[in-house]
């Protein structure tokens, strides 16, 4: 079943009337009104979002092992809403827009929100060694809050090792609880994958460092924080961090986890403590919350403008995606740049971005996992949401049928990723 667009139409004006008839248009830089050679870009030239194409990424989302997908677009006002299959495969229900659902690492956005607010207060310093703040936790005194944040540490990703084997390996941690300092010891069991601050390195040992700095700094939980800092502000009454508890609370999409053996059946994935991820990926919430985080975030309503600016130095990852703090740029076809997460957690993929100006936001869910041709297919979300309708045929045939270049997931560490 799907459900339509939903609103009431672009309030992006005349000018985009007139743009839609030339889809993809990315904005643009043009001379000054005056003709002075100011330079100024131009008005949200964003073409409208594409639904049927998105509709057709998520069908094929469906075919390609997910047993439901959905995305949900806020534009300026103008909400889409688009779904394919279930929430649940025992009782047959439709997927909805309203559910909430494990968002992954999108949670590592909100981490590194909590501690740029810090920044602001005067309690934390970027370039200050990690271990000044938590005396002997790290091996060594280089790493400093920044590289944690941008994934320069050289701190290793425990999560290699416990998802070598992918059902097994989520059965031992399902019901397990961790302390921050049981997953900084896993990862310090292993050497380190750079000097601080040579590489960028995707880890989760990152950003448990994160939620031990919260936890020191403020005296509280990291559940406490994002409350009193993102969730309440905001008024994200769907989102929550129930760590340790297993159940995600209220009406939510169940989580199917894809084993490791062709053609072994889905494992219902949806009961766990997340333990594993805390503070770099066990925040639940839904699209709309998801939508109104980013975009508030964007739009500078979560931190001072100095600290967002650090937010947004980038380190180019590869040729489309650049890594901030806690927050991941990726360029699009079209030419525009958008700002988010994405996020994995047994049986969820998604994606969460939006627009530099926060007025375009989409989120994307498909509710399987070490499934790489979903999590690809989910990746070309982005395109129809921001672009708009592709230029050309070819285009379209690529958007819909699979046969687009596929990227590795840069969030999992090499090891993780199996067909
Ligand atoms: C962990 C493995 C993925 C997931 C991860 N997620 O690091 C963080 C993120 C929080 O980036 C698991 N894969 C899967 C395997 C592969 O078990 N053997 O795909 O569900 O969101």
């Known amino acids: 079943m799907v459900s339509g667009t939903v609103g009431t139409g672009t309030a992006l004006g005349a000018v985009v009337v007139s743009l839609l008839a030339a889809p993809a248009q990315a904005a643009t830089t043009s001379a000054g009104p005056g003709g002075d050679g100011t330079e100024q870009v131009a008005t949200a030239a964003a073409a409208a979002p594409d639904d049927a194409g998105l509709r057709a990424i998520l069908r094929t989302a469906r075919t390609q092992g997910a047993p439901g997908a959905m995305a949900r677009i806020d534009d300026n006002g103008t909400v889409h809403r688009l779904v394919e299959g279930v929430a649940d495969r025992a009782t047959g229900r439709t997927i909805s827009t309203n559910d ?9 956005t909100f981490s590194a929100v909590v501690l740029l607010q810090l920044v602001d207060e005067g309690k934390l310093k970027l370039d200050k060694s990690v271990n000044s703040y938590l005396p002997g936790l790290l091996p060594d005194n ?6 944690v944040l941008n994934h320069k540490s050289g701190l290793y990703d425990y999560t290699n090792d416990l998802f070598a084997r ?16 049981d997953l900084v010891k896993l990862s310090l069991a292993k050497p380190r994958t750079n000097a601080p601050g040579a590489a960028y390195s995707y880890s989760n040992t990152n950003f448990v460092v994160a939620g031990m700095l919260i936890e020191k ?5 990291v559940a406490t924080e994002y409350q009193k800092r993102v969730f309440t502000p905001l008024n994200l ?28 059946a889905l494992v219902n994935s949806t009961k766990q403590t997340a333990s594993w991820a805390q503070s770099a ?5 839904t699209p709309h919350d998801l939508d109104t985080f980013l975009s508030a975030l964007l739009r500078g309503k979560l931190m001072s403008a100095a600290q967002l600016t650090q937010m947004k130095k980038w380190t180019q990852v590869n040729s489309t995606t650049s890594y901030g703090l806690g927050l991941r740029r990726r360029t699009l076809s079209c030419g ?8 994995t957690v047994q049986g969820y993929y998604s994606y969460a971005f939006t627009t530099k100006d926060g007025k ?37 045939r690529a958007a819909t049928t699979g046969v687009a270049p596929v990227e590795r997931h840069e969030d999992i560490a090499p090891g993780l990723v199996r067909d």
Not at 166 to 181: D, L, Q
Request: with cysteine; aromatic share 8%; hydrophobic share 35%.
């Open 142 to 147: 280089g790493i400093t809050v920044r590289h």
């Open 281 to 285: 990926g066990a925040i639940i919430s």
């Open 166 to 181: 992918t059902v097994p390996g989520f059965e031992a941690v399902r019901n397990k609880v961790f302390s921050y300092r």
């Open 217 to 221: 700094l403020t005296g509280h939980g």
């Open 360 to 396: 375009r936001s989409l989120t994307a869910l498909a509710n399987t996992s070490n499934n790489t041709t979903v999590l690809n297919t989910m990746y070309r979300t982005l395109e129809p949401a921001f672009c708009g309708r592709p230029a050309t045929k070819a285009a379209i």
């Open 100 to 108: 909430r659902f494990r968002v992954g690492s999108i949670t590592k």
């Open 336 to 343: 525009i740049s958008v700002y988010g997460h994405t996020g």
């Open 237 to 264: 009454t769907e989102t929550f961090y129930v760590h340790p508890g297993t159940s995600i609370p209220g009406r939510h999409v169940n989580g199917y986890l894809r084993p490791d053996a062709a053609g072994a």
